[in-house]
């Protein structure tokens, strides 16, 4: 998702930009700078936290970050080297789709066995306990989803989209533990109390990784 920067950003941006300028596009140049601007934006931040201006902090994250040309070179070299860039895709594209399998499985396991239990006239605790699963393939799905590369987007960093499993996991763990916990003491206040602690971090922690996005589409 692309947004307003603000200014220090835009400049560290435009740094990372112009040290891999006329460097060959490819995922692990993407994933480089990605790593290269959240070590900046550190260093930033902790320069001002101890009373630096921005361009000061800048300069100081700037020098050090050390001497970076080796690390154009290695990217230059393979940006020319489809082979390895078609092998790194693919790798990749292969432990996402393993991820993607694994977590459609597991949804399905939890509303198979959701359905099992409610046909079997078990009582509603243990029915809707089953339903971790699909909490479980749910998060599997979103982080699989977030680390494959496409033909119009980078794979995202693997922090940033385990991050977005987490949120994404406790969005559906507090529907979850409301329905169970609805159940299993029969008080809806107690439901909504458990719905509203696991409800709140998620949106939390998935606004804050969509209004700090950076943009994966491929030029």
Do not use: C, W
């Not at 900046?40 to 050390?66: L, N, P, T, W």
């Not at 359905?115 to 699963?133: Q, R």
């Not at 479980?136 to 989803?145: E, H, N």
Request: aromatic fraction near 10%; glycine fraction near 8%; proline fraction near 0%.
């Amino acid at each position: 998702m692309t947004n307003k920067q603000n200014p220090i950003d835009s400049k560290v941006k435009k740094y990372i930009n112009n040290l891999f300028f006329e460097v060959g596009a490819s995922q692990q140049l993407f994933d480089l700078k990605e790593e290269l601007t959240t070590n900046m934006k550190e260093k930033i931040g902790d320069y001002k936290s101890r009373g630096m201006e921005d361009e000061q902090a800048f300069k100081e994250a700037v020098i050090s970050m050390g001497d970076l040309s080796g690390l154009v070179d290695d990217m230059r070299k393979l940006g020319q080297d489809t082979a390895k860039q078609s092998v790194y895709s693919s790798m990749t594209a292969r432990i996402s789709t393993a991820g993607i399998i694994a977590g459609v499985l597991l949804a399905l396991f939890g509303i198979f066995t959701v359905s099992m239990l409610y046909f079997m006239s078990e009582d509603a605790v243990a029915v809707t306990g089953s339903g971790i699963f699909i909490v479980a393939g749910g998060v599997l799905i979103t982080y699989s989803l977030l680390t494959r590369e496409t033909h119009n987007k980078y794979a995202m960093n693997k922090i940033r989209a385990a991050s977005y499993a987490l949120s994404i996991g406790l969005l559906f763990f507090s529907i979850f533990t409301a329905v169970i916990t609805r159940f299993a003491t029969g008080e809806m206040y107690v439901a909504i109390a458990s719905l509203m602690v696991f409800f709140l971090i998620g949106i939390g922690l998935f606004l804050f990784l969509i209004l700090t996005g950076t943009n994966r589409r491929k030029n």
